[in-house]
């Protein structure tokens, strides 16, 4: 089972049988509160009948045609419509069947870039410190969590790392700190070090699966002068941040800074099947588009299923409920409910931290032995109580899906507070 401890599982399974709106119900009928949308991708709830329908609908007309050499009419109306809410000109959609693979995909488009444009020197990639970019190579290495990496090898060369955004100063602070901008010069540091060879800086907006760490104020701002002055792609990794998760539909617009790439996924059909797709500035597209002689393939690269017909279906009733029911505006008007409600927390003696931006939020606790031990502990309690959430290390995730009311936030906290007093 994937980050699972299986044999720990194998003693006192835990099975999900139904879902509808923000609960689950286990193996024996027990209601569990979903407080992180799943993994972070069930935006508009569970089950929604409108996703159904439209994927059984699709199924009787096509239910699979390849995407090399030939279209399908709706992938391109979804690229529209994503096009409409991606900041910028980040126009140009690719789509993919995951995260992890969305991420494989900027850096490689990045490094096509370059080499389009006769800069094929440009080869390294940046990433940073505490990042979680997906599990396939190419996003491993430019990660920076060191437990989801020591197993596997050196991963890919001419990969760097710069520092983390998390300062102790900064502990308990909602929303953005004041201090931490400096922190992104060591991307300048980097470019000093190795001139013009680096190609692409990726980093999530805010860094979700190491704890949800928020980036200080002007600290993205910096990356992009930083990437600008140096010919550096910025890429956001935006398989978390996007679809209202941060109260805007990508994180790019809570922050104001516009990438030259973006990852999307999870959210983008609302997590009933597998999707993800990178968004690129018009001129990434047409610099490499053109590079190539007339008839010939630009990019060699591709999924068998890239843009699947019932995929599509589901990401386009997703995005109609996004709008329909202005879901990333509800979470804007939900964000402060929700923060004041998980700071509530933070004179428990075991809480070390808590942070939050939009409906996603972070709270450490204090470590319990090997680092990893208490956070799973806590997990287990929480979800016996009641209340599904994510853990990783000693931080736990809180990111409910954003048809939550305030009833539901209160119960978060409730369960929360309840299950960490008794530790």
Known sequence: MPFTANRDFKTAPRLQTRSEGVYYWNEHGDKILDGCSGLFNVAAGHNRPEIREAVYHQLGELDYAPHFQLGFPDSFELARQLSEITPGDL??????????????????????????????????????????????????????????????????????????????????????????????????????????????????????????????????????????????????????????????????????????????????????????????????????????????????????????????????????????EGLFERAQAMTPIFLDALFSLKDLPIITDIRGYGMLGGVDLAPDGKVGHRGHQTYLRLYEAGLQIKATGDALMIAPPLIVESSHVEMITERLKKVLSAI
Request: net charge negative; with cysteine.
């Open 91 to 324: 126009n140009h959609i690719f789509y993919t069947c995951s995260g992890s693979d969305a991420v494989e995909t900027s850096l490689k488009i990045a490094l096509a870039y370059h080499r389009a444009r006769g800069d094929g020197h440009r080869v390294r990639l940046v990433g940073r410190e505490r990042a979680y970019h997906g599990v396939n190579f190419g996003g491993l290495s430019v990660s920076g969590i060191g437990r989801n990496k020591e197993a596997f090898g050196a991963g890919l060369s001419g990969v760097h790392h710069i520092a983390h955004t998390w300062l102790p100063e900064n502990r308990f602070i909602k929303g953005q700190p004041e201090y931490g901008a400096h922190l992104a010069n060591d991307l300048e540091r980097l470019a000093q070090t190795c001139g013009d060879t680096i190609a692409a800086c990726i980093v999530e907006p805010v860094a979700g699966s190491t704890g949800v760490l928020v980036p200080p104020k002007g600290y993205l701002e910096r990356l992009r002068e930083i990437c600008d002055f140096h010919g550096i792609l910025l890429i956001f990794d935006e398989v978390i941040t996007g679809f209202g998760r941060l109260g805007t539909p990508f994180g790019a617009d809570a922050f104001g800074v516009t990438p030259d790439l973006m990852t999307m996924a999870k959210a983008i059909t609302n997590g009933c099947l597998p999707m993800g797709a990178v968004a690129t500035k018009d001129s990434i597209y047409e610099t490499i588009t053109e590079a190539a002689d007339e008839g010939l393939i630009e990019l060699f690269h591709g999924y068998t299923y890239s843009a699947a017909p019932v995929v599509v279906a589901a990401a386009l009733a997703t995005q109609e409920i996004y709008r329909r």
